[in-house]
């Protein structure tokens, strides 16, 4: 006899159950309840052994048969958790009971019954009825707990989401983080902006872009590598507090801490400074930490974060530098020193960087050290030229990243908006381009033009979303947080 595979035993069925006269996959199917509603109705309502007279109406997927004879047990899964099904001869009639034969674990099922709890104290279904919803041709992942393949999980992010409810519970996390920051900045007075994912120019930080083609315009536009200049446009037309919730791209590497496309939250506030930008963070995560966990601490990879310690930690980036090498500040007097250090931190760095660009060189192979909550602030100049001058040291501007288990989490300004320093930049970031450096920053006419409109003075804040839903679910990869990651081709 010819040996069937599953996926034809399961085609077998799906004729046999038509020629039953049951569609395997109909149209519309009403529910009266969720599992989580019906465990919370009856939590104390029905004693072992006992059952309610109504009758309730649920659907969820099969994730386990088991039984024989005229008894048979599903465990059923929806979008709010997991209950029983009981499946017995003398409640369903024969036919019925016939027909579950060719229903399977991966089925997606329909059961009217009353509630009930088994002697044991489990909360089930009495089936009266069954209707099956969606035959799936396919069966469940055997003993998907154990396996090691994560490229499986990540291409088939459905069956991880089936049978690994951790994994579902991530992302319930994820879209919890993002109605909280929604709901904080609407209470704070921010308006919610869409801006173009279609750029004519790379520019709002420093990245390589995707380039696509559009047909009728013919010619090249970019997708944004960040919001910033559009919604900085918005504070020059007159409204004071925006941000942006949306995807940004950039053609840079893949790694744990590195998706091609990510979610980011950027907010500009008209007459706030980047001191207001550190407040404004410190509050909005310790505000997101406390609703998410309940406290002010998190515990992520076995380290212990501390939230709650206000303020948190601050060091400039020479001092975070001199602090986690073996540099003083005498080292950055000159570029010659500068570079000296570079060679004794065996720091790699290119013949066109400053001494601004060789401090943060070094500051970048070691800001790995950095686990609680540290704000790093007074950037050179030479890396920030959306950044307004610091106001007691022109080589360096007002700008901090936040960096907590040694990854850089926000990034903030005084907004730079002086329309003629700004054109000095760019046209700086020009000669890096020049020289090589293919993420440096290209000109922005329009953009120079709106700055010389009036943009008041402003402070600026972006946030890593994927980063931030990594340390509040305890997740070691971004590929954890992001539903559909981005994987090479299967060969």
């Known amino acids: 006899m010819e040996h069937l595979s599953e996926l034809d035993v399961r085609r077998q069925k799906v004729d046999q159950l038509r020629a039953a006269g049951l569609e395997p996959y109909p149209y519309h199917y009403s529910c009266s309840h969720s599992f989580a509603e ?7 309502k029905i004693e072992p052994g006992e059952r309610d007279s109504a009758v309730v109406s649920i659907a969820g997927r099969i994730t386990g048969k088991r039984g024989k004879g005229k008894m ?26 016939q027909h579950l034969k060719l229903v399977d674990t991966g089925d997606i099922i329909g059961i009217q019954g009353p509630v009930a709890r088994t002697k044991t104290g489990e909360l089930s279904i009495a089936a009266q009825s069954f209707t099956l919803l969606s035959k799936a041709l396919r069966p469940l992942p055997e003993k998907y707990h ?15 989401l089936i049978v690994n409810p951790e994994v579902r519970d991530t992302f319930v996390l994820r879209s919890r983080t ?33 380039t696509t083609h559009h ?62 930008m550190i407040s404004l963070t410190e509050d909005l995560i310790c505000a997101l930490v406390q609703e998410i966990h309940g406290s002010s601490t998190l515990s992520y990879q076995g380290t212990t974060l501390d939230f709650g310690q206000r303020p948190w930690a601050r060091m400039t980036m020479l001092e975070a530098v001199c602090r986690l090498t073996d540099c003083s500040e005498a080292d950055f007097d ?17 013949d066109n960087m400053g001494i601004g660009g060789v401090l943060n ?35 360096l501007t007002e700008r901090f990243e936040l960096f907590i288990m040694g990854r850089e989490l926000a990034n903030a300004f ?27 920053h290209a000109m922005d006419h329009d953009y120079v033009l709106a700055l010389e409109h009036g943009m008041p003075p402003a402070g600026g804040l972006g946030i890593g979303i994927d980063r931030l839903v990594m340390l509040l679910s305890d997740a070691a990869s971004i590929r954890d947080v992001i539903l559909f990651p981005h994987m090479r081709p299967q060969t």
Do not use: C, W
Request: overall charge negative; aromatic content about 10%; hydrophobic content about 40%.
């Open 38 to 44: 019906l465990r919370s109705l009856y939590e104390d």
């Open 72 to 97: 048979t047990f599903l465990d059923l899964r929806d979008a709010s958790g997991q209950i029983q099904a009981m499946m017995m001869f003398n409640e369903l009639g024969e036919d019925a009971y």
């Open 215 to 276: 047909n009728a315009l013919d010619m090249d536009l970019y997708l944004r590598i960040a919001p910033e200049l559009f919604l900085k446009r918005l504070l020059v037309g007159g409204f004071d507090k925006v941000f942006e919730l949306g995807r940004v791209f950039r053609n840079e590497g893949i790694s744990t801490r590195h998706n091609p496309e990510f979610t980011m939250l950027e907010l500009y506030q008209a007459y706030a400074d980047f001191g207001d």
């Open 146 to 160: 154990g396996l090691q393949d994560v490229d499986l999980r990540y291409r088939q992010r459905y069956l991880d």
């Open 178 to 210: 993002l109605s909280f920051i929604r709901h904080y900045l609407s209470q704070k007075g921010f308006m919610e902006v869409e801006t173009p994912m279609l750029h004519t120019l790379a520019g709002g930080a420093a990245a390589r872009p995707f």
């Open 361 to 395: 060189a070094i500051f970048e192979s070691v800001d790995t050290q950095l686990i609680q909550p540290t704000f790093i602030t007074d950037y050179p100049k030479e890396i920030s030229p959306l950044a307004k001058v610091h106001r007691e040291n022109p080589d």
């Open 334 to 350: 000159s570029l010659d020193s500068a570079r000296a250090a570079t060679r004794r931190l065996h720091v790699e760095i290119n």
């Open 414 to 440: 005084s907004e730079l908006n002086d329309p003629i320093d700004q054109k000095a930049r760019f046209e700086k970031q020009l000669e890096a381009r020049a020289a090589g450096d293919d993420e440096a």
